[in-house]
């Protein structure tokens, strides 16, 4: 996914462009859960690198569960000799997420805009919840289909006797 700045700020929920050292933050926090969700898009001091964070951290953090969760970060870097941005790099809960499924870089900047429009809005973000919707595999195949190599089978006779008692 090759982008302009202004696209890549849209898909991170960012409403401007960033400029260098310059940041735009998120957080809420759950004062029933003793928990702080935060998000953050980053860029960095030279302009070329942008970062994107989700993190949790607990007041006391349960048993299973460290005390501050990374959810995601998204790197993305400026290329040169175009002036666009690409997804370098997704890291979900400590593992890479890059070509673990199809279009892995723009269901990474999904799942990471979904989380940010609920806590712009006032809402704890049900991370889990949209994880397994944003970030689900596919099944083996290309981008235009399942990857069966049937054809459908389709019978004329069926087609031509509709008002016969013919059906689909």
């Not at 940010?116 to 994880?131: H, L, N, T, W």
């Not at 459908?152 to 008692?165: S, T």
């Amino acid at each position: 996914m090759i982008l302009k700045l202004e696209e890549l700020m849209v898909k991170l929920g960012v409403r401007y462009n960033l400029s260098p050292y310059q940041t735009c933050p998120w957080s809420i926090y759950d004062e029933d859960k003793g928990v702080t969700c935060s998000a953050e898009v980053r860029m960095n001091p030279t302009g070329n690198l942008v970062e994107a964070e989700l993190q949790v951290f607990y007041d006391e953090p349960p048993s299973d569960k460290p005390a501050l969760d990374q959810v995601i970060l998204i790197k993305a870097s400026l290329h040169e000799n175009n002036g666009k941005w690409q997804i370098d790099d997704s890291i979900i809960r400590g593992k890479s997420f890059i070509n673990q499924t199809y279009a892995w870089d723009e269901k990474s900047c999904n799942f990471f805009r979904v989380c940010v429009q609920d806590i712009a809005i006032g809402e704890f973000p049900d991370i889990e919840s949209y994880m397994k919707k944003e970030l689900k595999k596919e099944k083996e195949g290309d981008r235009y289909g399942d990857g069966s190599s049937k054809s459908p089978i389709i019978r004329p006779e069926q087609l031509m006797d509709l008002g016969k008692g013919g059906s689909f």
